[in-house]
T-cell receptor, first 113, second 113 residues
Framework: GQQVMQIPQYQHVQEGEDFTTYCNSSTTLSNIQWYKQRPGGHPVFLIQLVKSGEVKKQKRLTFQFGEAKKNSSLHITATQTTDVGTYFCAGPSRDTGFQKLVFGTGTRLLVSP | NAGVTQTPKFQVLKTGQSMTLQCAQDMNHNSMYWYRQDPGMGLRLIYYSASEGTTDKGEVPNGYNVSRLNKREFSLRLESAAPSQTSVYFC????????????FGPGTRLLVL
């Protein structure tokens, strides 16, 4: 079945350093979504990318969707302690008529002041 | 709008006890989902309901049952709880269309002794 992997699983950075997480799908995706989960919280939608090669920015966060629509990345410039959490990518499952989202394994980010 | 609400927030059960987790959404969404998240792990889909009156199994349905009571409500039942079901349970909902994102409830933290 469709699988979505993320690397790294965990990263610890000093405040001000940059951070990148990579997402790879075993199949082509119609779109890719990114979610953030703060410690003790629930996943919250960040952004959706639809087009091949698409790049979107949200302040210090830059999201990219690969040309083949099988991979994506999230880059945070100059991390802050508020960026702490787990970042998940997710893509719709073709097997269920796009009813389900297949979530990536997540990257946990810890930022030290 | 309350979004997605879940009750209870916390629950402790003894092995063999039963309970029902409640979920409701006020966004008029067609699709609803139940996930479990074990410590330090990603999200695993238990069951989902693409529309009122339909339910389908996800990755880890064993030991659970669901009911889509109406368009707003989707409940998850543990008939005979086991320690392996200790987890955080998230309910989510999604509107129509391929690109619609999922909105998560705050979660229910369940401990089975």
């Amino acid at each position: 079945g469709q699988q979505v992997m993320q690397i790294p699983q965990y990263q610890h950075v000093q405040e001000g350093e940059d951070f990148t997480t990579y997402c790879n799908s075993s199949t082509t995706l119609s779109n890719i979504q990114w979610y953030k989960q703060r410690p003790g919280g629930h996943p919250v939608f960040l952004i959706q990318l639809v087009k091949s090669g698409e790049v979107k920015k949200q302040k210090r966060l830059t999201f990219q969707f690969g040309e083949a629509k099988k991979n994506s990345s999230l880059h945070i410039t100059a991390t802050q302690t508020t960026d702490v959490g787990t970042y998940f990518c997710a893509g719709p499952s073709r097997d269920t008529g796009f009813q389900k989202l297949v979530f990536g394994t997540g990257t946990r980010l810890l930022v030290s002041p | 709008n309350a979004g997605v609400t879940q009750t209870p927030k916390f629950q402790v059960l003894k092995t063999g006890q039963s309970m029902t987790l409640q979920c409701a959404q006020d966004m008029n969404h067609n699709s609803m989902y139940w996930y479990r998240q074990d410590p330090g792990m990603g999200l695993r889909l238990i069951y989902y309901s693409a529309s009122e009156g339909t339910t389908d199994k996800g990755e880890v349905p064993n030991g659970y049952n669901v009911s889509r009571l109406n368009k707003r409500e989707f409940s998850l039942r543990l008939e005979s709880a086991a320690p392996s079901q200790t987890s955080v349970y998230f309910c989510a909902s999604r509107g129509s269309g391929r690109g619609e994102t999922q909105y998560f409830g705050p979660g229910t933290r369940l401990l089975v002794l």
